[in-house]
Every structure is written in structure tokens, then in C-alpha cells.
């Protein structure tokens, strides 16, 4: 084991488009955490080769980024050989990218919305510069790059009036659109610039959660009739209660019609970026961890996605290490939590994640995983704000290499911008949001020496 251009015609399609299927009611098919028997007869035993530092409640810190954004020419590095340009820029809180089969890009456009409390908390304890401020977006753009040179020449509005959409999945004619409280199905052919036809509003899902914990991701399960759907926690460590935590911190599993829906997988905190294997066709996800232990706890983490697991949260992390603020309440399921597959360090707020299965990379980037560190802010100095590559050979995973830096820029408490989520293009070359800044980057290997 090794140790995120003004928007054209926002309105154009309004939230009036969704018909309401009655009531949904949110129905995971488990208990509350603090009530049920996990399925799981065992831990599915790893070795628990990573030294962690002792939990320590007291050495929390923060440390907000001022977001400064990109001046005229000045852009993230990447590896020698390869090219980075602005795919589109000046665009409001790009937190995720689709990629339709016929190349079309789809943008996700949304952002944290805060209180007017939690507004002037945040002005005084410097978070507001560190994230998108004002009402999300709540849009998704179309983007078509006609000469395949990097860079949109063409943007539509794709959909709009939604309510803190985040993942997207096309499955046959049907694409399905995860807001921060349900999924919904609209009609698609290729080509389409809009969706014009009324999205069904199939699973409803709990809204929001701790933090930025909004975000629902979906992924096709690869065999056209089911669905994953990653829900983050609505607390840090569960003190608003599990009763307030069903159906969240955990993996869902439904069918194309938004029935039968099932947990996959549970006691992961912020499960965002989900993606198969290209080899393997497992699922992994990267995984947000909790907050308040220090600037060396806990791991976020990089993992394949065993059915009927437990990853231990709230009660324990990175395996059986039990969280000191709930010793004692769960020993059975501590007893039972996963080792994960690989760290990340903590605090590095890691979301995004693709496979590259492309051809235009070299080698080394087959099979291998991009993953999107939007940066942490509860650590005495930064970490994350990159995106790393870990590369996968003879059926293992290597140690970790940074692939898309200098979102830091070295003064003080000040970054550019700060990358999120991770997508391949048609052609093999990777597309990396920077929500804070307004970017989507493209990056593409040039062949010269």
C-alpha cells in the first residue's frame, strides 16, 4: 500500500421544465447508522501498512486561499511535452465536465450557497475569498470545440434553472442530471445543443450537507440498466445526529428508472469523484475525510468500491482507527471498516477522478488515474491544489506524482485557482475545471521532444 465567459441566456430553460413524480420520499434501504447490522460478515482484511500521527483535537488549524485568479498568459504547469490552454474561461464556479459521444463538452456550473450568516462568518474569517461567492449558477453549458484545437469556439446553454447540479451520465437516449436533491432523466439525440423536452425527477436525495458536501455524483454501472449516486455526509464526524445522516456518506445503487435502489457502499465521508477501471471495470472513488484531528489527520483517499462495505465513518477512519469524538459508540462497526487502497494526505479536498483509457498520453498514463485536489483550508499551510496522476502497472498502483501544478502562487495565503473535477476528452486529452477561477483547462500532449 503507498503512502472546479459570463453565462448566455441563463433562463432559457427554467425550472419549470421538471415534472414532479408526487411526493418521492427519500427510502434508503437501510436503517439509520446508529441502528442497523451491517451486512459485511467480516473486514476485508488489508494491512494497515500507513503510520498515522495520534488524534489530536486540539491542534486544529485553518488557513483560507485568496483566490486571485489567472492573469494575461499566466496558466497551471504541467509535464514536459505537454500543452495547457484555456478550453473556455470567464465562466461562473465550472465544477464538473461531460464528455457526449460525439465530443460535446458538458459544463456543470454551480457553487456553495451560503447564508447570510454564514456570509459575514466567512468575510471575517477569510473562507469568502477562498470560494465562488453569490447564488449558484445552477447551469449547465454546452461546449464544442469545432477544430479539435483546445479550445470552445462554440457555447450553448444546455440546461438551466436546476438546483446545485453537479454529476451527469448518458445512458442509451435518456441523460441523467444529479442536483444537490434528486436525479432527473431528459431526453437527449446527438447533436442536441439544448434540452428542450421535461425532465423526470426519478430518485429524490437529501439535500446539501456539511460544508461543500452538495455535490451528487452519478456514474453508470456499465451494464445499462443501473446507476451509482455518491452522497456526502451532512456533518463532520455526525453530531448532528445519524438520524440526519440516511442515505448520505455513502454510494447508491438504482436502475435506469430510479427504482431498486440499494446502498453499495457506506462509511464514506464525501465519496465525490467516481469512475471504473478501464481494465479492471471496478469502481473506485476518492474520498473526503473529516476535519479537527490536526494538520496530518485524516487521509483523504483513493479506493476501489467493495458491495455491502464499510469505510468507517463517522466512527472510525482509514480502517479501524477509532475517531476519539466517538469512542466507544460502535465498536462492532469499527471492527468491521475497510482499509482503504491508497492516501492522499490529508486535508487535500481530492474530487475529482478519471481513468485515462485515451491514446494520445504516452504509455505510462494508461490505465493510470487523474485526480483533482481542490486544496484544503482546515491545515496551518497548504496542501493539494493540483492535480497528481497515479500510474497503474501490472496490476498495481504507484506512488503518486503531481502532474498539473502552480495553482499556488507563492505569496502568502494567495492561489490562482484551484482544480476539481477531471475529464478525457474524445481525443485523449484532459480537461481540468478550476472552479474558483472561472476556467476550464485543457491539456494535451504535444509529441515534440
Request: proline share 5%; net charge positive.
Amino acid at each position: 500500500m503507498v503512502t472546479y465567459r459570463n453565462i448566455i441566456a441563463m433562463q432559457a430553460i427554467s425550472a419549470s421544465s421538471f415534472i414532479f413524480l408526487g411526493l418521492l420520499s427519500i427510502s434508503c434501504p437501510r436503517q439509520p447508522k446508529d441502528n442497523y447490522t451491517h451486512t459485511a460478515s467480516s473486514a476485508i482484511s488489508a494491512h494497515d501498512t500507513l503510520k498515522l500521527p495520534a488524534p489530536d483535537e486540539s491542534a486544529s488549524r485553518t488557513k483560507f486561499a485568496r483566490v486571485i485568479g489567472w492573469k494575461e498568459g499566466e496558466k497551471p504547469v504541467a509535464p514536459r511535452n505537454f500543452k495547457v490552454s484555456a478550453f473556455i474561461k470567464g465562466i461562473k464556479s465550472p465544477r464538473n465536465t461531460y464528455v457526449l459521444p460525439n465530443g460535446d463538452v458538458l459544463a456543470v456550473l454551480s457553487n456553495s450557497e451560503r447564508s447570510e450568516k454564514e456570509q459575514r462568518q466567512n468575510k471575517v474569517s477569510g473562507k469568502a475569498a477562498s470560494e465562488v461567492p453569490g447564488k449558484s449558477a445552477n447551469t449547465i453549458l454546452l461546449l464544442r470545440d469545432k477544430n479539435q484545437d483546445g479550445m470552445a469556439e462554440e457555447t450553448y446553454t444546455f440546461l438551466a434553472g436546476l438546483n446545485q447540479p453537479y454529476g451527469l451520465t448518458l445512458i442509451g437516449n435518456s441523460l441523467y442530471v444529479a442536483h444537490t436533491d434528486g436525479v432527473y432523466k431528459y431526453p437527449y439525440k446527438t447533436g442536441d445543443t439544448t434540452i428542450k423536452g421535461k425532465g423526470i425527477k426519478i430518485v429524490k436525495l437529501p439535500a446539501g450537507g456539511y460544508n461543500n458536501h452538495w455535490t451528487r455524483n452519478l456514474l453508470s454501472a456499465g451494464d445499462g440498466r443501473n446507476i451509482f449516486i455518491s452522497v456526502g455526509s451532512g456533518s463532520n464526524v455526525g453530531e448532528n445526529g445519524m438520524h440526519n445522516e440516511i442515505c448520505r456518506a455513502a454510494i447508491l445503487r438504482v436502475d435506469t428508472s430510479g427504482k431498486n435502489e440499494t446502498v453499495y457502499a457506506d462509511g464514506l465521508r464525501n465519496p465525490v469523484g467516481l469512475a471504473l477501471h478501464p481494465e479492471t471495470k471496478k469502481l473506485y472513488t476518492v474520498v473526503n475525510e473529516r476535519d479537527g484531528l490536526g494538520d496530518d489527520l485524516v487521509p483523504d483517499y483513493f479506493t476501489s468500491v467493495k458491495e455491502g462495505a464499510f469505510y468507517g465513518w463517522p466512527y472510525s477512519y482509514f480502517g479501524q482507527h477509532e475517531d476519539p469524538r466517538l469512542k466507544g459508540q460502535r465498536p462492532d462497526l469499527v471492527k468491521k471498516a475497510i482499509v482503504p487502497d491508497y492516501p492522499l494526505g490529508a486535508h487535500t479536498a481530492s474530487l475529482g477522478l478519471t481513468f485515462y483509457d485515451g491514446e494520445a498520453f504516452p504509455q505510462k498514463y494508461h490505465n493510470g488515474a487523474f485526480i483533482g485536489q481542490h486544496g484544503s483550508w482546515n491545515r496551518s499551510e497548504f496542501v493539494g491544489y493540483k492535480v497528481i496522476f497515479i500510474p497503474y502497472t501490472d496490476g498495481k498502483w504507484k506512488p503518486a506524482e503531481d502532474f498539473l501544478t502552480g495553482f499556488i502562487a507563492g505569496r502568502s495565503n494567495e492561489v490562482h485557482g484551484r482544480p476539481v473535477g477531471v475529464t478525457l476528452t474524445k481525443d485523449g486529452s484532459l480537461l481540468v475545471c478550476d472552479d474558483a477561477a472561472g476556467v476550464i483547462w485543457h491539456i494535451g500532449y504535444t509529441h515534440t521532444n
